[in-house]
């Protein structure tokens, strides 16, 4: 992330049950963090959000990326339960980088994130759905005037779907994935096995 390629991340999806300043709940992760950072081996920690959620899944509050060099005791670490009156993990999941995307020369400004989570329907197809993916989906998307980099990784572990897609803007992500979307150019067509499970866009909020 930020033109870092981190070969493991965390990802943390989180909603609220009630309302949260966002500089109250960054003052909050911060403090998670230090006491998690050094046992879970985490270095850069990036975290975005949506200014509309619904508490859920669909429509999530914050999703934060915790780059690090032990998956396995990062997700056991940030798996744990916490005590926050209106803050609610939603999903957790240790990923492993793949390879099949090309590197960003220069980092950007911060401004956004366009997540993907996707499944592949039948395993037999796996490396055909990988393909795809890398050299017309993902190609497509930072193809396009507003997104600047493209990440793909594979789940370890944990409950979210098997395949997550990261797509770096300089823009808010909702700006970036409407002018995406509404773009002539863009290839519209899906793999016929690609389960969307989930599509999100966010705003960069800090590097914590």
Request: proline share 6%; hydrophobic share 40%.
């Amino acid at each position: 992330m930020q033109a870092r390629y981190p070969r493991n991340i965390v990802i943390l999806v989180e909603g609220l049950v009630g309302p949260l300043e966002t500089s109250d709940a960054v003052s909050w992760m911060k403090d998670r963090l230090s006491r998690a950072r050094e046992r879970a081996g985490l270095s850069h920690v990036l975290l975005y959000q949506k200014q509309r959620s619904s508490g859920t899944l669909a429509k999530p509050r914050f999703f934060s990326v915790f780059e690090t060099d032990d998956a396995a005791t990062a997700l056991g670490e940030l798996s744990k339960p916490y005590d926050h009156e209106v803050l609610r993990p939603l999903g957790i999941g240790s990923f492993e980088l793949l390879q099949g995307l090309p590197r960003a020369a220069v980092r950007e400004p911060d401004g956004g994130l366009m997540v993907g989570l996707t499944n592949c329907t039948d395993p037999a197809d796996e490396a055909d759905f990988n393909a795809w993916y890398d050299r017309v989906h993902a190609a497509d998307v930072v193809r396009s005037p507003w997104f600047w980099n493209s990440q793909r990784y594979k789940r370890i572990d944990g409950d979210l779907p098997d395949y997550a897609a990261l797509y770096e803007t300089t823009l808010q992500g909702s700006e970036a994935l409407k002018r995406y979307m509404r773009w002539p150019e863009r290839v519209s067509e899906m793999h016929p096995r690609i389960a969307n499970l989930h599509v999100w866009s966010f705003d960069y909020v800090a590097s914590l």
